[in-house]
């Protein structure tokens, strides 16, 4: 039986009366944490463009089209904010924890053609040369993320010889969540528990799966969500293996119906959820014993989540691919697996499957959060799946979301 965590004494407005997310807290948190790993690296400065990565480093949020944004971190001393036009001009005096601002040059994806994008490319590097050159780093590494090739060519033809990658630094420093950022992903569990139960309320034959898509969008939004996600909703005959969703195809009586509300934000934490439902009838032996083999899988999962422990001993729950006559692991690589996850999009330390973990195992630290997702059924049948995620504390994990996952919930009659 997996163990709940406790659930926050408190909502997403500030008070002055209750200890609640200390954000001056968890912005120092995490800029000393990228400095320490930077420095266990032996990296003294970044140029990161990441949207991620950039609110993590600096906790501001701007215009996410690519490398129009980018900041200069340094392992020493404060950072430097190249800011996009009009948030340059608004938000100094919004984030005063920065101290150093710039405008960022930006070339917009090579869309004013090949020579223009050079010749700003060249005042970028030349910025970035001055920069490092006035901080005695002129000969360091420079680590680099989310800049394209003319970026990089640029700075080169500025004189610099010598890049890390950035991805694997900030992976490292992000994986590891202080309480205020538990704190965030459980609001953020809080947040989706009650956009579930308003799917919930919806499920009705007749109506087309693109219209849950709108129910969930708006109760995220209604319910407090920063970015609201509408799910990716697979049905019917459509819901196993798992695969396209949202095709406008209209739920009938007797379908079992999943969906992924993986996206979600609270001040940038995401959620990654999915629950089963069944429309008007009760499951029949088969579904329930797939249904019970998959809460059995996440369960074993989730017991050997602790503190010391490897995701070599967690994958272990996870059937091989061949168990569904499929030929490698890489046939179930994201519907199989455990994954850390934090800020913005994409999958973080730890991954736990069987493709990697047993070969190239990770060690469960506490602070992580981690989302455990795995499916079951028959080819233009149906199929279940399930997705939980926990907290990583020194006694082991516990479950963050509260929406019930023990069974397939039917849907109102």
């Keep these: 039986m997996v163990r709940m965590a406790p659930k926050l004494p408190f909502g997403g407005q500030s008070a002055d009366w209750q200890e609640r997310i200390n954000y001056t807290r968890m912005r120092d948190y995490r800029s000393q944490r990228a400095r320490q790993t ?7 400065v970044m140029l990161e463009a990441g949207p991620t990565n950039i609110r993590y480093l600096t906790a501001t ?8 944004r980018y900041v200069l971190f340094f392992a020493e001393g404060d950072p430097v904010m190249f800011e996009h036009d ?22 917009l994806s090579g869309a ?5 994008s050079q010749e700003e490319a060249k ?16 000969n360091e590494p420079l680590g680099l993320g989310g800049f394209d090739a003319t970026a990089r060519d640029a700075l080169v033809a500025a004189g610099l010889k010598r890049f890390a990658d950035t991805r694997p630094i900030m992976q490292e420093a992000r994986c590891i969540k202080n309480q205020d950022e538990i704190a965030c992903h459980k609001m953020v569990a809080a947040i989706t528990d009650g956009v579930w139960f308003r799917v919930w309320e919806a499920l009705r034959p007749g109506i087309p799966d693109t219209a849950l898509c709108a129910v969930a969008s708006a109760a995220g939004y209604e319910y407090g969500a920063e970015t609201a996600v509408p799910g990716g909703w697979r049905t019917g005959p459509t819901a196993f293996d798992r695969g396209f969703h949202a095709s ?12 992924s509300l993986c ?28 249904y019970k083999q998959l809460v059995e899988r996440l369960d074993g999962v989730i017991s050997e989540i602790k503190p010391g422990a490897t995701t070599a001993d967690a994958a272990k729950h ?4 061949s168990s569904w006559g499929y030929k490698e692991e890489a046939e179930v690589l994201c519907s199989e697996i455990g994954h850390g996850i934090g800020l913005g999009p994409g999958y973080e330390i730890p991954i736990i499957n069987r493709q990697w973990s047993l070969s190239h195992p990770q060690v469960f630290e506490e602070g992580m959060v981690i989302a455990i997702e795995s499916r079951e059924g028959e080819t233009r049948v149906g199929g279940v799946r399930c997705e939980d995620v926990v907290v990583v504390t020194r006694d082991g994990a516990e479950l963050i979301d509260h929406f019930p996952r023990e069974e397939i919930t039917e849907a109102p009659r």
Excluded at 38 to 44: E, F, Q, T, V, Y
Excluded at 61 to 68: A, I, L, R, S
């Design 123 to 138: 005042v970028f590097a030349a910025e970035i040369v001055s920069e490092l050159k006035n901080r005695g780093l002129l």
């Design 248 to 259: 406008s195809r209209i739920l009938q009586v007797g379908d079992l119906v999943y969906g």
């Design 112 to 116: 004013p053609g090949p020579d223009a």
């Design 61 to 68: 949020k701007g215009y996410d089209n690519p490398q129009v």
């Design 86 to 107: 009009g948030w340059f001009h608004q938000m100094p005096d919004q984030a005063p924890w920065i101290k150093d601002w710039r405008i960022a040059r930006a070339w």
């Design 38 to 44: 930077m420095r266990k690296h032996g990296l003294a």
């Design 263 to 290: 996206g979600n934000t609270y001040m940038g934490y995401r959620s990654c959820s999915y629950r089963t439902f069944i429309i008007s009838r009760k499951p029949n032996a088969k579904e329930k014993d797939w």
């Design 318 to 321: 996870f059937p091989p691919a």
